[in-house]
């Protein structure tokens, strides 16, 4: 999975269009091997990321929470938390 894709269900406030058409870039470019397609297959990768970002918006409208929504802010504070127990970043 790439790592610079994230949860978008189930946060308050919601996924916006622009967290969703991100992880939308970032699945196109880990399939795809690629940040930057070439101009014989931009409008390829182009419809790929609008579809993929469609798709995903509908899935995240239809999913049904359980739990209450998780506050981004304080999952933010704790992934940072991870981050530098795991010594991956400094303090």
Do not use: W
Not at 11 to 36: C, D, H, M, N, W
Not at 46 to 74: G, M, S
């Amino acid at each position: 999975m790439c790592r610079n894709i994230h949860t978008l269900h189930n946060f308050e406030p919601a996924a916006s269009s622009e967290e969703v058409q991100a992880a939308a870039l970032q699945y196109v470019r880990k399939i795809a091997g690629t940040t930057k397609p070439s101009k014989a297959n931009q409008e390829a990768f182009d419809r790929a990321v609008a579809e993929i970002a469609h798709a995903t918006q509908h899935l995240l409208n239809d999913l049904v929470a359980v739990r209450p929504p998780k506050n981004r802010e304080e999952e933010a504070a704790k992934a940072r938390a991870r981050a530098v127990a795991s010594g991956r970043y400094a303090a």
